[in-house]
């Protein structure tokens, strides 16, 4: 297992004016108040946005989303546009043994429409199936969550499923489509 102080930060160049940079802890005050400033909206669709109330919640979450990222249990990039975070894009979860990845993504409310969250997606997708590390892509989203739906579905993933009240979200439960592509 390499020591976390020769653990080597990953940063995927998507275009001219958009970066993926992996997880680190220098990046949690930017990030808490990308969290704060759509935090009305990312509670539509997501419950962890209630539990973000000081700095050191983005810190925490910065901090063992590194270790995992490196340790290749999840991986987690900040969306920078223009050298500024706009979002995130996630594996939640990977199983190593099943080469699956769980896709989690968001974006700031003003930088979305512009294809930020396709590029992104792909770009991992590229990067971990090109390594070996994962062939099973999987997006979970709730039905009435359109904009993730769509998401799926123009890049190409394949919808297996409704799980019926498998999200509890803003007090109640929710049907949740599932989504996977396999890359081989």
Known sequence: ?????NWQDDAIKLNEKITLHSVHERYADELFALVVRNKVWLQKAMEWPQYVTKIEDSLKTAQGNYILHHRGYAKMFLIYQHESMVGVISFNQIEPTNKTAYIGYWLDESAQGQGIISQALEA?????????????????????NEASNQVARRNGFTLEGCLRQAEFLNGEFHDQNIYARIVE
């Open 1 to 5: 297992m390499q020591a976390a102080e």
């Open 124 to 144: 991992i997708i590229a990067k971990y199936s090109s390594e070996g590390l994962v062939r099973r892509f999987v997006i979970k989203c709730i039905v009435t």
